[in-house]
């Protein structure tokens, strides 16, 4: 059972709030996980695909417990072009850039930024609209 007093709803988000950051390990098991659906890797760099999967994976975890019903309504993703070995450990740090009601529906915009050892991967933003 979730404690409403933890849920996140519309009301406790804030601009310029920030979460906990969320690490995602470009391991062995996400590399099989990836080339079951998308083939073989090629190099030993880390696809831009599988570096925004982890962005949308580092957004799900960072903010917990959530609503049932939210829309992902669009995001924006602006990779920097810098690689990351194969094996090594991403940092995804999310925050909440702007929050508004338009037509009665709650609308929340997030930040999402991925580096390796300060080294900036990926630049994102993610737009939802909030359930509760």
Known sequence: MIDDATLWTFARFAPGQHFAPVTVPLDANRVAGWEAIYGAVIGATAPDGMIIAGMMEAYIHAIQPRPK???????????????????????????????AEKKGRHWVTFTVRADHDGTEILNGRIVAIWNA
């Open 69 to 99: 019903g939210n829309v992902h309504a669009g995001q924006k993703i602006a990779l920097t072009g810098a690689q990351v070995a194969l094996g090594q450990t991403l940092t995804y740090r999310v925050g909440v850039a702007e929050k």
